[in-house]
């Protein structure tokens, strides 16, 4: 029976296929080592419905009644412990500040296909949860977000415009452009980078162009500071550059931070000062 041999090629191909590209996207799933008690910053645990009933594990760092806050997401393969420099640095200027592991990440539910988009809908889901437990009124809301985090922050602005102030490092512009910049890494050749782009868009039922940062910061509201390292060699610098043109000047701006990669735009001098000049003209604080 030749249908059955061809059958059972058919699938181990898909199990294989599936194998492959899991691992080439795998990341040890870890929780925080260290919270913000560490730095004697008052926090307390909580937990964010989100998306298909699961929930976000997530601590609220109050600073003040009336305060803006400001939403923290972290990126791929990582937990909210990675924000501890942003929060040392924004809470003693007196913003609320909310962290959060995303789906699949730290303690949060799991996932089985993490994408950009799982992490904005967890976004909208910490700011929805923000305005609902009486947190932050819709406006004093600011969102800042790195690497997948950040392309996350610019969706969740474009979907939810409660959101008034973005701040993105290393974001992503889409999601072919990263996995495309992956396979040329890789040494993938062009055709077989194509193949896998066309069978995961059937295979797991994604539209790219639909969950592509690039593709939907025009419809944000949101004020948005791009800051993008002229070294991110894991997210290149031409993927800012496509975000900003695609980008309503009057609302967005880019800074590209000189001779900084993809995790150490924080360091450089400048950083801090620009970063609270944004967010003190482009988010109401009490």
Same mark, same amino acid.
């Given at each position: 029976?030749?249908?059955?041999?061809?059958?059972?090629?058919?699938?181990?191909?898909?199990?294989?296929?599936?194998?492959?590209?899991?691992?080439?996207?795998?990341?040890?799933?870890?929780?925080?080592?260290?919270?913000?008690?560490?730095?004697?910053?008052?926090?307390?645990?909580?937990?964010?419905?989100?998306?298909?009933?699961?929930?976000?594990?997530?601590?609220?760092?109050?600073?003040?009644?009336?305060?803006?806050?400001?939403?923290?997401?972290?990126?791929?393969?990582?937990?909210?412990?990675?924000?501890?420099?942003?929060?040392?640095?924004?809470?003693?200027?007196?913003?609320?500040?909310?962290?959060?592991?995303?789906?699949?990440?730290?303690?949060?539910?799991?996932?089985?296909?993490?994408?950009?988009?799982?992490?904005?809908?967890?976004?909208?889901?910490?700011?929805?949860?923000?305005?609902?437990?009486?947190?932050?009124?819709?406006?004093?809301?600011?969102?800042?977000?790195?690497?997948?985090?950040?392309?996350?922050?610019? /969706?969740?602005?474009?979907? %939810?415009?409660?959101?008034?102030? $973005?701040?993105?490092?290393? !974001?992503?512009?889409? &999601?072919? *452009?990263?996995?495309?910049?992956?396979?040329?890494?890789?040494?993938?050749?062009?055709?077989?980078?194509?193949?896998?782009?066309?069978?995961?868009?059937?295979?797991?039922?994604?539209?790219?162009?639909?969950?592509?940062?690039?593709?939907?910061?025009?419809?944000?509201?949101?004020?948005?500071?791009?800051?993008?390292?002229?070294?991110?060699?894991?997210?290149?610098?031409?993927?800012?550059?496509?975000?900003?043109?695609?980008?309503?000047?009057?609302?967005?701006?880019?800074?590209?931070?000189?001779?900084?990669?993809?995790? /150490?735009?924080?360091?450089? %001098?400048?950083?801090?000062?620009? $970063?609270?000049?944004?967010? !003190?003209?482009?988010? &109401?604080? *009490?």
């Amino acid at each position: 029976m030749w249908w059955l041999g061809l059958l059972l090629a058919l699938v181990a191909s898909i199990l294989l296929l599936d194998w492959g590209i899991g691992r080439m996207y795998r990341y040890r799933k870890a929780t925080h080592r260290q919270s913000p008690a560490r730095y004697q910053i008052p926090f307390e645990d909580v937990w964010i419905p989100t998306e298909g009933g699961k929930r976000l594990y997530g601590w609220w760092m109050p600073a003040g009644e009336g305060a803006s806050a400001l939403v923290l997401v972290h990126g791929w393969g990582r937990n909210l412990e990675r924000m501890i420099p942003y929060i040392r640095a924004l809470h003693p200027l007196g913003y609320n500040l909310l962290a959060f592991d995303a789906r699949n990440h730290g303690q949060s539910s799991p996932e089985k296909y993490p994408t950009v988009w799982t992490f904005s809908q967890d976004t909208v889901a910490a700011v929805a949860y923000l305005v609902e437990e009486r947190l932050a009124e819709p406006g004093h809301i600011g969102v800042i977000g790195l690497s997948v985090g950040g392309g996350a922050a610019i /969706n969740a602005s474009a979907l %939810d415009h409660r959101i008034a102030s $973005v701040v993105t490092v290393g !974001a992503i512009s889409h &999601p072919v *452009a990263v996995m495309q910049a992956g396979f040329e890494k890789m040494r993938v050749p062009s055709l077989v980078g194509r193949f896998l782009l066309a069978y995961m868009r059937l295979r797991f039922r994604l539209d790219f162009d639909a969950i592509a940062p690039a593709n939907n910061i025009r419809r944000s509201q949101a004020s948005i500071f791009l800051i993008h390292g002229n070294q991110d060699e894991t997210i290149p610098l031409k993927q800012a550059k496509a975000l900003y043109q695609a980008a309503d000047k009057a609302r967005a701006q880019l800074w590209v931070v000189p001779e900084k990669g993809h995790s /150490n735009c924080h360091t450089h %001098d400048a950083f801090r000062g620009k $970063v609270q000049e944004f967010l !003190a003209t482009t988010l &109401p604080h *009490a």
